[in-house]
């Protein structure tokens, strides 16, 4: 029998601050409008979870994709396919009917976490009022002071090759995995511990069935629950055996497939390859489709997963869309073409904000719709205050330094010509409808006011300037000009990459020598995992449900913006190739002791209490300097997909994918089949 309740509404909205009336309210053409009055608190540890009983006793459907290989005796029916008792997913609209495929588009091998969110939900997700609802498990409970986590699994739920998931494949991943301090030295994944450094414990996980798991904490873990929504807690055991040495049935077989494909060892060919299904296409797993080919490839298609273990109200498996194709572009012109043209048939991800007119004065001919929904993201300065540029790292850890940079950006101006004065001139901080909103925080330094900038920086020691007008790092006379690299993966023409030169010339104009540059994603991702990145012009999210969210970014942890993640690498493991020790006084290990008294806490007062002195240090210390914030997300549908409707778009909800794209169906399938 499943578990007494579900967690209620009432207790999401106290960390997401959505009202009744709010996150899933009509979207319209953005329009200035009173912000909704936020609760003050964050969420108490439900005790258990479960969804409400499916209608009994459907009758299961066969997509009609898959009846052919039924009949043929390829695959089982459907009834031998799925769990027991199977997940019921929400609907936005209604049910709907099977088949089909959607047409995206995407930017390569670095765009993979995009792409991730089609499938990467996991044992429990939101539904249509963001409640967190079981999902992948049937329930769970967590015990009074949040140290043990219980979980249920769907008996008879089964990997996309058709082998039985059991708490089994739990057990493997914690001991092969999870623990394995040669894939992850220093055990750095945060869910999994409580403490630092000598006080870091791993957590236990026991099996007392096939069905049943727990972990159990030294210390509590109030905030688990917020974590096991996009990330997965068990691998295919018969599967990844084989490329671990220890468990592997031919360690002589792996070695070669390892230097095949081009590796330098067995861990990592595992962790940046073998472990994920959307770069291994034979990876078994749970999403709603399985990969054909991999993202090297012009157009990467995946198809839907026979074995997914969720259906509708009347029994029909799901997914309903038989596959996405997801279209390489490098060219952000030729992408909003596309768009336009009608060629894209549901987006969010890299369409842009400042296209906003262009995307509306074509809705008629491409035959879509822009859809407008609240959004996390913000437009930020990153300056790498761990740079290995010595000189550098000095000149951006100079707090009066950030602060002069800031007063020096125009953001309203930015505002009006690159984002249609849509977005809001603000700090990096959470939203105004979150419950953790900080108004120091969202308004520090935000003037414009270029005098006061140069002073501030001819007080910080940089009064001395080149024959160009450039400030230099000393007045000695061979003292270097000041110079650094905003990197970005806003291409040229694009409003972001505009929005990019025109702090150039802001920060030219109080004489610090800068340049943005246009870099794809792969090469943006090897800069800041070296630590090769003076500085970058990015955008930064998860600032709905920032507690949810675990503070990443707020806790510089997120090294896709590495104001201090060599100092944060430090921490973690101090050997790490790219680490630096931070000063005894740097505001990191403030802010680091704090959110380990966060992690402890089971009173929602103290969390906020906690997470607000952290932002207060962000309100006096400036480690990112936003430009724009509260931008919404656009959403181009085309007519007659259906089951979408407006969402927060943050990285914690999955993005555009947060009503569960299982659900996603056309009027008329067979118009769209390829």
Known sequence: MESKRKFTRREFLKISAFTAAGALAACTPPAPTASPEAPTAAPAVPASATPPPAAAGPAYQEPPMLADLVEQGKLPPVLERLPENPWVAPVFESNGKSGGIVRRAFTGPGDKWGMSKICDRALVWFDNDLVMQPRMCESWEVNDDGTEWTFHLRKGTKWSDGVEHTSKDVLWWYEHEATNETLFPGLTEGRWFTGTGETKKMMEVTAPDDYTFTFKYAEPKPLLIYTMGRQGVAAPAHYMKQWIPDTADDPDKLAAAVTAA?????????????????????????GGWIAKNDLNEEKWVIERNPYFFGVDSDGMQLPYLDGMHSRLFSDGQVFNLWLTNGEIDFQARRVQVGDYTLLKENEASGDYKVVVCPAARHMVVVLNQASKNEQLRSFFMNRDVRIALSLALNRKGINELNYLGLGTPRQYSPLTMSPQYHEKLSNAYIEYNPRKANEMLDAAGYAAKDADGF???????????????????????????????????????????????????????????????DAAFWFADRTVVPLGAEGLIFRGIASDRPFVDAYNKFF???????????????????????????????????????????????????????????????????????????????????????????????????????
């Open 572 to 674: 973690d493991d101090p050997e790490n190739p790219i680490a630096i020790e931070p000063p005894q006084d740097h505001y990191i290990r403030k802010i680091r002791d704090l959110w380990e008294q966060v992690l402890v806490t089971g009173n929602p007062d103290k969390q906020n209490e906690l997470f607000a002195q952290m932002l207060d240090i962000w309100a006096e210390e400036l480690p990112m300097i936003g430009v724009v914030g509260e931008l919404p997300a656009l959403t181009v549908v085309k007519n007659g997909l259906k089951n979408f409707g407006p969402s927060p778009n943050d990285d914690t909800t999955g993005d555009e994918y947060v009503l569960n794209p299982e659900t996603l169906f056309w009027e008329n399938p067979a118009e769209h089949m390829g």
């Open 471 to 533: 400030r230099k790092y000393s007045d000695a006379e061979d003292a270097e000009t000041i110079f650094f690299v905003m990197e970005g993966q806003f291409g040229a023409g694009t409003p972001d990459e505009d929005a990019g030169q025109q702090i150039v010339k802001m920060f030219k104009a109080v004489g610090v020598k800068c340049e943005y540059k246009f870099v794809e994603t792969t090469l943006y991702n090897q800069h800041y995992t070296s630590n090769d990145m």
């Open 262 to 286: 081009g590796f330098e060892s067995w861990d990592k060919y595992y962790i940046d390859n073998r472990r994920f299904w959307f770069w291994n296409p034979d990876l078994p797993h749970f």
